[in-house]
């Protein structure tokens, strides 16, 4: 099932409160949290990246206005 779709759609079984029970709708749910925990962990590991490429810019620019003095 692709991420972000749920099972609950045109389900003939639905009911209100039938997600506690319902195991389609549990094991969506604990696939859909892992890829989500998936893509954080990415951006977390990109956002480092980007934050010493950061870094380093502004420290040769620092580095370069010292020698212009």
Excluded: W
């Amino acid at each position: 099932m692709p991420y972000g779709t749920f099972p609950c759609k045109n389900c003939g079984d639905r009911y209100v409160g039938c997600h506690s029970k319902c195991s389609k709708y549990i094991e969506c749910q604990a696939e859909n949290e892992r890829v989500k925990k998936q893509v954080r962990k990415k951006k977390s590991v990109d956002n480092d990246t980007l934050a010493t490429a950061y870094k380093r810019k502004i420290g040769n620019i620092k580095f370069k206005m010292k020698g212009i003095k």
